[in-house]
């Protein structure tokens, strides 16, 4: 009987991946195209950054920051496939077929092993060292052990892996004395002070008596799609600034990249706010709010874009790049809101043609 439902649950696992993935080849088949011919450089930033955390230039604060940007990676990655991995469709399906709650976790388990690509480049890294290397760099024993942690942690309780990101950086800034086997051990410590988190409800009912009310409103009952790009942005910045620390001469290259990573974010946003609000249309409408709802909407992503071109300015001292990025996102908005089937060909078209600038 347990053959059984591990078949049907690799089965369910294979068939969710296929879906996720032809869902992001419709979304952004031209990015897909770019990233699938840049896939060896990408496996090997991964190994470098991987590198870092073992050693860098900038000592133990860089080792760290590079750490907690890999861990925070893993954790937006765990929630792109979180539904895949439970397969949260069948989850009451799967209860009813499980005769142990062994079941249910052995079978959780194996998807979550076999999709974590992270923990496998570590693990390979780990292997390739020899026994004095290995002594040398136990902080990196830890940092593979937090990866399984942290995992788990996602796959189960993706809020508190979130609140561990943000408790984790915290940390890193005011502990940045302490050693990095410190540093990991108090994310040790943490990652297992998340366990007794209670889960937070963002979804709080009250009454709706202006735009301001409206849009407050609108996103606790759709943070989903606010905190996940937040996270995004985050992890971004902090490894351009590490590579920007790392290499002085690439600073406009970190610039760029994370003005246009960012970009793409703020635009899927717009486009995903756009689908959610047409459910509402009709309730707008006979409100006389659709026309205020629209133009909010519109100013609150000319608002983010002008608050990327000054980050790129603040962050990395580019004020060209923080201009001309203003101008292209506004030209990227435009259409975000006529053409959002045409978006992801445009921003590539932008992203590619500046490079030879």
């Known amino acids: 009987m347990f053959s059984a439902f591990y078949r049907y649950r ?19 088949g031209f990015l897909f195209m770019l990233l699938a011919s840049a896939l060896p450089g990408i496996v090997l930033l991964i190994f470098m950054s991987l590198g870092k955390v073992i050693k860098a230039q900038g000592g133990e604060v860089v080792q760290a920051w590079v750490a907690w940007c890999f861990l925070a990676g893993q954790t937006l990655y765990f929630y792109a496939l979180n539904h895949a991995l439970l397969n949260t469709k069948q989850r009451s399906f799967q209860r009813s077929l499980a005769q142990n709650s062994w079941w249910l976790w052995l079978a959780d388990a194996r998807n979550l092993l076999l999709s974590h690509v992270f923990i496998w480049c570590s693990l390979f890294v ?86 301001r009310r409206l849009w407050l409103s609108f996103y606790l009952h759709h943070y989903q799609i606010l905190l996940w790009r937040m996270a995004c942005i985050l992890v971004i910045f902090s490894a351009m600034c590490v590579l920007a620390t790392e290499r002085a001469d690439m600073i406009y290259l970190a610039g760029y990249f994370s003005g246009f990573l960012t970009l793409l974010l703020l635009l899927t946003l717009h486009i995903e706010v756009k689908k959610i609000a047409k459910d509402y249309e009709l309730f707008l409408l006979s409100l006389n709010q659709a026309w205020p709802f629209k133009r909010m909407r519109l100013l609150s992503s000319v608002v983010g874009c002008t608050l990327l071109t000054i980050a790129i300015f603040v962050v990395f001292g580019q004020g060209y790049l923080a201009i001309i990025l203003w101008w292209i996102s506004i030209m990227c908005l435009y259409f975000a809101e006529k053409k959002p089937e045409h978006i992801a060909l445009v921003w590539g078209i932008y992203l590619v043609g500046g490079l030879f600038i």
């Open 10 to 28: 690799s089965q369910a696992f294979r068939y969710e991946i296929s879906l996720l993935s032809q869902q992001l080849k419709q979304l952004l």
């Open 126 to 211: 780990l292997l390739s060292m020899n026994a004095a290397q290995i002594k040398q760099n136990s902080p990196f024993i830890l940092f593979i052990v937090l990866q399984l942690l942290l995992g788990f942690l996602s796959l189960y309780r993706m809020q508190q892996s979130v609140i561990f990101c943000f408790l984790a950086a915290i940390s890193s800034v005011y502990w940045s004395e302490l050693s990095l086997f410190a540093i990991m051990v108090s994310w040790c410590f943490i990652t297992l002070l998340c366990l007794f988190i209670p889960p937070i409800s963002w979804q709080s009912r009250f009454s709706v008596t202006d735009q």
